[in-house]
């Protein structure tokens, strides 16, 4: 189940899902097909690839527009995911193309890391090349140190003489 929630209204031009989706189901999945068209893909391939039976949608908003923290189901929506993509017109042929592409794209470059990421406002992927520390938290750093200081004192430990001195 994929969840999708209802945010910033008045500037993606999207659609109050708390007013028509009872209605006009289909009006808020055409909406929400132009505006997150990625991401359904995403989800629908997904789906394809797990060999899922079904898809279920589920349309999330906040309890109160300003608690980031309350939210409720509005509703869900559910699709075999075959029937989905041929809906959105999702082809997998090209899929596995699109993967290939990128593939070969990520082969012809040095060695070193990367950022894959899909450009929100153009049908564009960019790959961004970025130094090779990024994205690592100080957390994995703390953690590799403190278990490189509890190996080297179990050493010390180990090396002191019936005094303890070293």
């Not at 991401?39 to 999330?60: M, P």
């Not at 509703?75 to 596995?96: C, H, R």
């Amino acid at each position: 189940m994929f969840f999708k929630s209802n945010l910033s209204l008045q500037f993606s031009g999207g659609v109050d899902w708390r007013s028509r989706l009872d209605t006009q189901r289909g009006a808020v999945l055409a909406t929400e097909l132009k505006n997150n068209s990625c991401k359904l893909a995403k989800w629908t391939v997904s789906a394809l690839l797990a060999g899922s039976d079904q898809i279920k949608f589920g349309y999330v908003s906040r309890l109160h527009q300003k608690d980031t923290a309350k939210h409720v189901l509005l509703g869900t929506q559910q699709f075999k995911p075959v029937e989905f993509a041929s809906q959105i017109n999702l082809n997998m042929d090209n899929a596995w193309g699109i993967l290939r592409c990128i593939v070969d794209t990520c082969m012809k470059l040095k060695e070193g890391k990367y950022l894959i990421m899909k450009d929100p406002n153009k049908p564009v992927v960019r790959i961004y090349d970025i130094p090779d520390h990024t994205f690592e938290s100080d957390e994995d750093d703390d953690e590799e140190d403190s278990d490189d200081d509890d190996d080297s004192d179990d050493d010390d430990d180990s090396s002191t003489d019936d005094e303890g001195e070293k």
